[in-house]
């Protein structure tokens, strides 16, 4: 059977990718399918949201480039709060520069990126290099990369024949290439009518969520957890002003309120999809 009507723990058990596997484990262990985006600039919120969302994600996806007081410290607090709360680390940096170029990005600079984040994602827009450069870097650290195969803008040029290509260039580096940001299950994507894609396992983690809204000012466009899990048959739902809020400040009980309710409706989905 595909990835599609698999279970997660079914999945886990033959997953030849060190970071998915563990992915795919942890949604299993905490019936969590949820991946918090914590977007915001103060490393103390940063902190506070990841603490109180924690007991109800299997990922936490960062931008740790958006914080004003970074230091190495917050590093090792959020590798405490993964351990503390069993989560993996998703460092959203969408690499998009030659392979020399990304590899030294992924190591080094004030970032570290490859050190702490399991998972990490790239724009296939250079071609299989930006792939194997990562790899240099991540694949003897066990971690995985996710291609962007789709974006949930408005506009999105991610379509069509560039899409294809993500998923052939993720088919020739399955050793580090775990997934796919998309809006959809890519099975068959891109594949000849001769090729087997069987047993291939591609995670599909999906940004563009919402309960309350269909969108933002900015081109962003939100989908239910039902249209993304059910429905386009998606493994991860990627969830940030929905559970945060879009106000000033943040109020930690509703925050903690909207998580739950996030991961209830996510398994729920994935339960629907799994018949
Ligand atoms: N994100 C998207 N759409 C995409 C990709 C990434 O929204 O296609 I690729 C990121 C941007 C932001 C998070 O960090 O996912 C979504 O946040 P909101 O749920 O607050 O819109």
Known sequence: SSSQTQTYAQRAAKHPNPSAKALLDTIERKKSNLCVSVDVTKGDEFLNVIDVVGPYVC???????????????LIEKLQALSAKHDF???EDRKFADIGNTVALQYSSGVHKIATWSHITNAHPVPGPSIVTGLASVGKPLGRGLLLLAEMSTKGSLATGTYTEEAVRMARAHSDFVIGFIAQRRMDGVGAS????VVDEDFLILTPGVGLDSRG???GQQYRTPKEVVTESGCDVIIVGRGIYGTGNGIDIQAVQTQAERYRAAGWAAYLDRIG
């Open 193 to 196: 009518a001769a090729q087997s």
């Open 216 to 218: 933002d000012s900015m």
């Open 59 to 73: 990922l936490i996806k960062t931008h740790v480039d958006i914080i004003e007081d970074f230091e190495t410290s």
């Open 88 to 90: 993996l680390i998703f």
